[in-house]
C-alpha cells in the first residue's frame, strides 16, 4: 500500500530524463564535422530541427516522449543520415545518438536509477 505513489510523476521524471540523455547526443551527433564531406554541403536544417522541448504524451497508462528531428521542420534529412541510402553510409555518430547499446544502456540505467530512488523514499 506504502508504494500506490503517484507514478505519473515518477514516470515523467524517468521520461525527461530519457529526453535529456538523447537529445544531448543527438545535438553532438547533428555537427557538421560529423555529416559526409564534413557538412560542406550542410545548412543547418537537421540541428535546427532537433526537438528541445521536452513534451511527455499518455494513452492511458502507456507514456511517450518524442525526441529527435522534426521532419516538418528542416528534419526530413535526418532520416537518410541515420539510416544511409544505398548509395550513402548512414552517418554512425547519427544512428549511435538513438539506437546504439551504448545509449540504450545508457537510458536503461537512469530510467531504473530514478525508479528505485523513488520506491526507497516511499520506503521511508
Not at 544531448?24 to 540541428?47: I, M, R, V, W
Not at 555518430?93 to 537510458?107: I, N, P, W
Amino acid at each position: 500500500e506504502q508504494l500506490n505513489a503517484d507514478t505519473k510523476a515518477i514516470t515523467d521524471k524517468a521520461l525527461e530524463k530519457t529526453f535529456e540523455i538523447v537529445t544531448e547526443k543527438a545535438e553532438k551527433a547533428a555537427q557538421p564535422a560529423n555529416y559526409p564531406q564534413k557538412g560542406k554541403y550542410s545548412q543547418g536544417d537537421t540541428l535546427k530541427s532537433l526537438k528541445t522541448t521536452c513534451k511527455i504524451y499518455w494513452h492511458g497508462t502507456e507514456a511517450e516522449v518524442e525526441t529527435g528531428y522534426s521532419i516538418s521542420k528542416g528534419g526530413l534529412q535526418s532520416i537518410f543520415m541515420i539510416y544511409g541510402t544505398p548509395k550513402h553510409m548512414k552517418v554512425q555518430t547519427m544512428y549511435d545518438a538513438f539506437f546504439s547499446e551504448k545509449t540504450l544502456k545508457e537510458v536503461r540505467n537512469a530510467q531504473r536509477e530514478i525508479l528505485t530512488d523513488a520506491i526507497r523514499e516511499l520506503m521511508k
